[in-house]
């Protein structure tokens, strides 16, 4: 799921590595509670990269995915390298 929004499209190719689910940090809004609001951790391979991301390295990007009821998608809310 988090690895869709961090992964760059074709033609950028990655291999997945792993993709693990992490505590929110302290302060950041909880939206609702972990049903609600979870942050993922996804670490890839650039089989073939781009200008921002050149093949043959590992990478770790964070991806934050809410969704508005229990029963609701989840969907994109932000991702990247950084905090």
């Known amino acids: 799921?988090?690895?869709q929004y961090i992964i760059p499209p074709p033609p950028f190719k990655a291999r997945r590595v792993s993709v693990q689910r992490r505590q929110l940090p302290p302060g950041e809004p909880p939206a609702g509670g972990?049903?609600?609001k979870r942050l993922y951790v996804v670490t890839f391979f650039a089989v073939r990269g781009n200008a921002v991301l050149p093949t043959g390295?590992?990478?770790e990007q964070f991806s934050y995915v809410i969704r508005k009821t229990a029963g609701a998608r989840w969907c994109f809310l932000k991702g990247g390298s950084g905090p």
């Open 1 to 3: 799921m988090a690895a």
């Open 34 to 36: 972990p049903q609600h």
């Open 57 to 59: 390295h590992r990478y």
